[in-house]
């Protein structure tokens, strides 16, 4: 079959990697956009490998992002995200990677999409699929993003430059508000069992619940989740019947694969990461381990940490009663598979309920390649 190349640079943002596009370079009709997509990735794969793509067979490695001019009057640039299926057809809109978030302030620099003066560069990024506002702060050297630093994050080798994202106002990125049903908790019922949750939108929507009401610690490792498919299976009908209750379907059956995510959350206790360290229960604030487009993560969302720590703010979340009781300052040191993540977070109870002003993480990000992706030409019709 021949092909076309389209002009793309492939990245690695935060603990993901994704393929990225100029909004001119690639078709306008969604449709299309989809199969284009899916061709790039090498999606829907039965094998769960995406050999014949740039995908690496897990949700983290699969995803694209498409950055054009602004729409809105407080960006440099528009952001949208795509999260691509392993082993289905399926292109999902619903959500942002936090993660991938951190490539778009060095990509429209580099690019020549925004104007910098050497430093620390600002770039104002428009997320399109939840209509909220990034700022990317990050140095710039001769007129390009600075890849080179001394900043590491868990579940990644190396050390690179800090990126700071700040993300304004995050609560409602895709229901009614922060706390879509309006409780700091609410019950699901699954398989005549009840199980409490809680449900918050910031930056992504989570359905929150106790590992130990699902018989976990929060301190599993990803393969050990992935491996218990009665437990696999019961996350996710909590978490259907609990986008079902944040707006996000009719019905358990019509909630998608990528919205909401759901985290079991822990008390801090001694667990073991994917690279052999043995973290003591002094090192975390809270124990996380969440599922992402049925898969247990690697690491954790880096919007789903977002949520974490806006959550443990709310008093009466399940997030809160997890925190650690002597939990002290601005940060949240979230346990993951990989280690820690931190996440600050500034949230206020006002007359009218609870308010997220803001969420701030650090990641570091690189270009791994640039030029052409071969698209079969069917693809792009």
């Not at 800090?162 to 398989?191: E, Q, W, Y």
């Not at 009719?250 to 690279?275: C, E, H, Q, Y």
Request: net charge negative.
């Amino acid at each position: 079959m021949s092909q076309t190349f389209v002009r793309a640079a492939f990245y690695r943002g935060g603990s993901s990697k994704g393929v990225f596009f100029h909004r001119a370079d690639v078709p306008q009709d969604r449709t299309t956009l989809e199969e284009m997509l899916l061709a790039v990735l090498g999606s829907p794969d039965p094998y769960k490998r995406q050999l014949n793509g740039m995908g690496g067979g897990v949700s983290s490695l699969s995803k694209a992002a498409i950055i054009g001019p602004p729409t809105h009057p407080d960006a440099d640039v528009d952001y949208l995200f795509a999260q691509i299926a392993v082993d289905r057809p399926v292109v999902d809109w619903g959500a942002n990677c936090g993660n991938l978030s951190s490539v778009i302030g060095p990509f429209a620099v580099d690019e020549g999409l925004v104007s910098v003066e050497d430093s620390e560069a600002l770039v104002r990024i428009h997320q399109v699929n939840t209509k909220k506002i990034i700022h990317a702060r990050f140095p710039v050297r001769d007129g390009r993003a600075v890849v080179e630093g001394d900043f590491v994050i868990a579940g990644v080798a190396g050390a690179g430059a800090r990126i700071a994202l700040d993300f304004l106002d995050p609560g409602g990125t895709v229901t009614s508000g922060l706390l879509p049903s309006g409780n700091v908790v609410d019950h699901v019922m699954v398989d005549g069992r009840s199980y409490a949750v809680s449900l918050v939108d910031a930056s992504n929507p989570v359905v929150f619940v106790r590992a130990a009401d699902c018989g976990m610690t929060g301190g599993e490792l990803p393969d050990a989740i992935e491996a218990n498919r009665p437990l696999m299976a019961l996350l996710d009908a909590i978490r259907r019947e609990g986008g079902v209750l944040m707006g996000l379907g009719a019905d358990a059956t019509s909630v998608g694969l990528a919205n909401p995510k759901i985290s079991m959350v822990g008390t801090p206790s001694p667990f073991r990461t994917l690279d052999g360290q043995t973290l003591d229960e002094t090192t975390h604030d809270i124990a996380v381990r969440m599922i992402s487009m049925e898969q247990a993560h690697r690491a954790v969302t880096l919007t789903g940490a977002m949520c974490v720590g806006v959550a443990a703010r709310i008093e009466g979340t399940l997030a809160e009663q997890a925190l650690r009781p002597d939990h002290q300052g601005d940060e949240i040191r979230v346990g993951n598979p990989s280690g820690l993540v931190s996440v600050g977070a500034r949230v206020l109870k006002r007359h009218d309920g609870w308010h997220a002003e803001n969420a701030t993480v650090f990641r570091t990000a690189r270009r791994l390649m640039q030029g052409e992706v071969a698209v079969p030409q069917g693809a792009v019709r």
